[in-house]
């Protein structure tokens, strides 16, 4: 390997890890802050795909169809809260798995009602489909690097909302004592629920971002899932800046992995994950980190 | 004493049984229950729709009747779920009493339902699944296949891309999964004998769709071609990533048909001048699939596909073997000696079985223009399979 194909590994490294990022930091925030384990979170990575391909559709317009996916994720994610995940919080995890599973078949079988099984792409928007040279016989798209724009962007955001803000404070001291934070007079079932949305928000968002690479199909979101997980888990439950680094390390162990040793490379992110584990078993970083 | 009349019991049920199971016996010369188990959700609803489909236009077309006998239908979701396979092909076999199991797509369910049709000595029709194995080591008599061998268009593509195209090196991609290696298995032996040389085989773990990595080794290996086998939401994003990353214009790619089948409106450009082989292409010049495509979109509404294909003509096996069997379908020899001798006119041109019941057809060389998979000439004509293994000669 020369020094070229390297580094366009490691940027394909980058990219791919700060795509894995976005989509594992609200599961992280909901994971780890609301203490739900939330299975559906593939599912909502597909609604944004599928969403992403009925409203380009429809409106034509790929800022409009961000927006209005945005401004419907936080509704959906609002509801759920409220009709479903409200009552989990007290609940052992048992039964958490149990509800949040049966989400992903509600969810499957009405994207089959509504859309149908077929494979559909994604119109790249047209201000985004040119490509970079890179190397003597690649290029390289730059919606590609469009999007690991706004995943740094979304980390940095997420970064200073729990760590610099005053609703962030609330969040996190939320996670760690919910009774306290209650009687100081903050209405944490309202926050939880828009904290909930959020992470519903993030990952139809990367699910959106998504669809004009990796096009639409039914299931897409059950590897992502285990992606996520694998992410939340390495990084530590409930941190954002150990999933950016848990996602990034995977991000290079996953492309190095399937370079120079292919008949392991679905079982490599496992064992980093295992190894991770034993050395510090909490993951990387403490949450609320 | 309990124990007794509870053995007494169980015995005057299994008589019962045994002669309630005579009795349909003796119905089954009138009907013929044919148990469809195919995945009628998941990833593959489609196709498993698709083929449903193809084979319920061809009963329906013969009257509902084949040799005046009724066909009934058993159906079951297989979901794709190999490890519910056996468990489901003995409910159709044991509970449902079918008489014929047609399915599957999926190859390690179809692996499971080849074990229970052997186990059971129940009739097997696959629709889909290019498994080798299925008809070369675990082959059998009462086993037959209406569609392909994963090796067959992977060993089409490798002649045409050394022959044709007169490639020197190549790369493959594919998932690691029984079915991508069979299909460069395929290639593979195709191009070096046509005195090409493989030189790199990459995988990546099934169902990933993370191609960077690889396409970038592709730039840096710089062979003539790369061969790829990939299928549904797979094949679209290695087509549109292969793209992207500029490698259509410097390196060609070619693929067994599946990568631009049921995935050309997802592709859009990226895929215009691929090159692909498989036995069915959307324009054939042949009277049969023409008059096949019009009454397909006549009673579903739709244009059918390679899957419908499939479907059609392991219904048009079940009436080759009840034909030379008279309508007697308890008469199996005969049943199997029509369905595996029988010459079928397909709508995807001349089908023949080899001795271990998998198809002999032509391989069509097919280019991806203006949306379609258009037909470029038979790649290698009435080809079998090596069906290693296989004691059916």
Not at chain 1, 12 to 26: D, I, K, R
Not at chain 2, 346 to 355: E, F, I, Q, V, Y
Not at chain 2, 364 to 382: D, F, H, M, S, T
Request: charge should be neutral.
């Amino acid at each position: 390997m020369d020094l070229t194909t390297f580094l366009i590994q490691c940027l394909n490294s980058v990219q791919y890890g700060l795509l894995l990022f976005l989509v594992a930091s609200g599961l992280t925030l909901i994971f780890g802050i609301m203490g739900v384990i939330n299975l559906a979170h593939g599912s909502f990575y597909m609604i944004g795909a599928y969403m992403a391909f009925t409203l380009a559709s429809l409106t034509g317009n790929f800022a409009l169809t961000i927006l209005l996916g945005l401004i419907f994720a936080v509704i959906f994610g609002y509801l759920l809260e409220w009709g479903f995940f409200s009552f989990l919080y007290e609940r052992e995890h048992l039964l958490q798995v149990l509800m949040t599973y049966g989400l992903i078949l509600v969810f499957e079988e009405l994207r089959s009602i509504l859309v149908g099984d077929e494979v559909y792409g994604v119109a790249v928007p047209a201000w985004l489909t040119g490509t970079i040279p890179i190397g003597n016989d690649m290029t390289y798209p730059i919606y590609r690097l469009f999007m690991s724009g706004i995943c740094v962007l979304v980390a940095v955001g997420m970064y200073f909302m729990i760590k610099k803000t005053r609703i962030g404070m609330m969040v996190r001291a939320g996670a760690t004592n919910r009774e306290m934070v209650q009687s100081l007079g903050i209405n944490i079932s309202l926050l939880y629920r828009f904290v909930f949305a959020g992470g519903v928000a993030l990952a139809i968002l990367a699910g959106m971002l998504a669809a004009p690479t990796s096009s639409v199909y039914p299931g897409m979101g059950n590897s992502v899932l285990i992606l996520s997980f694998v992410v939340v888990v390495i990084g530590g439950i409930g941190s954002v800046k150990g999933a950016f680094v848990a996602a990034l390390l995977i991000g290079f162990v996953d492309t190095f992995g399937k370079v120079f040793w292919q008949e392991g490379a679905g079982a490599l992110i496992y064992v980093l994950m295992a190894i991770v584990l034993l050395w510090k078993p909490e993951g990387l970083f403490k949450q609320g980190s | 004493m309990r124990r007794i009349t509870q053995q007494a019991l169980s015995l005057l049920g299994s008589i019962s049984l045994a002669l309630s199971a005579h009795g349909i016996a003796q119905a089954a010369q009138d009907s013929v229950k044919v148990g469809m188990m195919l995945p009628y959700s998941g990833t593959y609803a489609d196709l498993g729709n698709n083929i449903d489909q193809g084979f319920q236009l061809y009963i329906d077309e013969q009257g509902g009747t084949l040799d005046g006998v009724k066909i009934e239908y058993v159906r079951l979701d297989d979901e794709s779920n190999p490890s519910k396979g056996p468990e489901n092909a003995n409910r159709l076999v044991n509970r449902d009493k079918v008489d014929v199991m047609v399915g599957t797509v999926h190859s390690g369910v179809a692996m499971a339902m080849a074990k229970v049709a052997n186990d059971t000595d129940t009739l097997l029709i696959i629709p889909n699944a290019g498994a080798m194995a299925i008809t070369g080591p675990l082959c059998s008599n009462n086993i037959f296949r209406s569609s392909f061998s994963n090796w067959q268009p992977g060993y089409a593509m490798g002649k045409v891309a050394a022959d044709k195209f007169g490639h020197k090196t190549a790369v493959t991609v594919t998932w690691k999964y029984a079915a991508g290696d069979e299909s460069v298995q395929g290639f593979t032996e195709g191009f070096e004998e046509g005195g090409g040389k493989v030189v790199r085989n990459l995988t990546v773990p099934f169902p990933d769709v993370e191609f960077q990595a690889l396409l970038t080794e592709i730039a840096s290996l710089k062979p003539d071609a790369v061969y790829t086998f990939f299928a549904g939401g797979g094949a679209v994003k290695f087509v549109l990533d292969y793209a992207a990353a500029g490698l259509k214009d410097n390196i060609s790619l070619y693929g067994a048909g599946f990568i631009t089948d049921g995935t050309l409106q997802a592709q859009g450009k990226a895929a215009e001048g691929l090159y692909t082989t498989l036995h069915y292409a959307d324009d054939l010049d042949l009277a049969k699939d023409k008059s096949f495509r019009e009454a397909y979109e006549k009673k579903f509404n739709r244009a059918p596909d390679v899957y419908s294909v499939q479907g059609y003509d392991a219904a048009q096996m079940l009436h080759a073997g009840l034909k030379e069997a008279k309508g007697d379908f308890s008469n199996r020899d005969a049943v199997v000696k029509g369905m595996s001798s029988a010459t079928y006119d397909s709508p995807r041109g001349k089908l023949t079985l080899s001795p271990s019941h998998n198809p002999v057809h032509d391989l069509y060389l097919r280019k991806v223009e203006n949306g379609i998979n258009a037909y470029q000439g038979v790649a290698v004509a009435q080809l079998g399979d090596p069906a290693r293994g296989c004691r059916l000669k």
